[in-house]
């Protein structure tokens, strides 16, 4: 069974919209406007790309991704990797042709599905209500975080609010750097 890793900027409350400087959103690009930048606290960013045999993203993601991520420099080991995107709306006509092979799928049952194939491990960035979605059905394995030290009060949140039994989850590294920021690694325990 292939390991499903949820890899995320996520603010102290929670909140995980629009790190990059998404338009749209009230605390746009928090990620880079209110925290000093430290290279060593995003090693991990680059463990993902190496260590990742496919990425699984929502719909908005992939919307906000794909026109930008196969040009940059710091995703090139993304361009090659197979790529699933979870939407009932989008299209073949809607994928980019410049990002190599990418798959819709339509459910949570195609997901659980793809976890039964062979092959490393699927990465999953951004992507809030897809992750609200694969923790509620059980099928996140591990939660990759970066939590920044800030309280954004707003937005969408990687965690979902369904009531629901209490999942444990195992620290497995983690790291505090001197701009604040803490990498955190929990594997799921079942």
């Given amino acids: 069974m292939r390991t499903l890793i949820s890899t995320a900027f996520v603010s102290l409350d929670g909140v995980v919209e629009a790190p ?43 919307e906000a991704f794909s026109p930008v991520w196969p040009d940059m420099e710091e995703f090139t080991d993304y361009r090659s990797m197979p790529k699933y995107v979870v939407s009932t709306t989008l299209t073949e006509d809607d994928l980019v042709s410049n990002w190599g092979p990418t798959t819709i799928l339509r459910s949570l049952d195609e997901i659980a599905a793809l976890k039964e194939t062979k092959g490393g491990p699927i990465i999953v960035h951004g992507s809030a209500s897809l992750n609200h979605g694969l923790s509620d059905a059980g099928l996140i394995d591990r939660y990759h975080l970066l939590v920044f030290p800030l309280l954004l009060g707003a937005g969408k949140r990687l965690f979902s609010d369904t009531d629901k039994d209490t999942q444990k989850l195992r620290l497995v590294e983690h790291e505090v750097y001197a701009n604040g920021l803490q990498k955190n690694v929990f594997d799921v325990v079942r």
């Avoid at 338009?23 to 690009?29: E, K, L, Q, T, V």
């Fill in 20 to 62: 990059g400087g998404e338009p749209g959103y009230r605390n746009s690009g928090w990620t880079f406007k209110d925290v000093e930048f430290l290279p060593e606290a995003y090693e991990i960013k680059g463990r993902e790309q190496e260590e990742a045999a496919a990425l699984l993203l929502g719909r908005t993601s992939y």
